[in-house]
Nanobody, 122 residues
Framework: QVQLVESGGGLVQPGGSLRLSCAASGRTFSSYTMGWFRQAPGKEREFVAW????????KYADSVKGRFTISRDNAKNTVYLQMNNLKPEDTAIYSCAAGSEFTRIANRYDYWGQGTQVTVSS
């Protein structure tokens, strides 16, 4: 069992930056692929990024490539999402997830956090 808790969301102006954190409980964190997903009001949940167990492999949605960076610190049981050059269309609830597959498909992940709100507005 893994419990995930996100933090770091908030209100930021266009062009600004935020760093999201996802803290995990459990001793097996380092064995999981970790993903970030987001869901905007009235829209389906969409993939943002994932990172493999040792941090050497990452994948991003085209919409965030070059602006967002996913990373992890297994010693701290934490995965991060650094978001730069934020745009209004990045506004959403961001959730982290843990799973055993390298995938962009949300329902292939086993554990989810409750999400953190990111709002990009002037």
């Amino acid at each position: 069992q893994v419990q995930l808790v996100e933090s770091g969301g908030g209100l930021v102006q266009p062009g600004g930056s935020l760093r999201l954190s996802c803290a995990a409980s459990g001793r097996t964190f380092s064995s999981y692929t970790m993903g970030w997903f987001r869901q905007a009001p009235g829209k389906e949940r969409e993939f943002v990024a994932w990172i493999n167990w040792n941090g050497l492999i990452t994948k991003y949605a085209d919409s965030v490539k070059g602006r967002f960076t996913i990373s992890r610190d297994n010693a701290k049981n934490t995965v991060y999402l650094q978001m730069n050059n934020l745009k209004p269309e990045d506004t959403a609830i961001y959730s982290c997830a843990a799973g055993s597959e390298f995938t962009r498909i949300a329902n292939r992940y086993d554990y989810w956090g409750q999400g953190t709100q990111v709002t990009v507005s002037s």
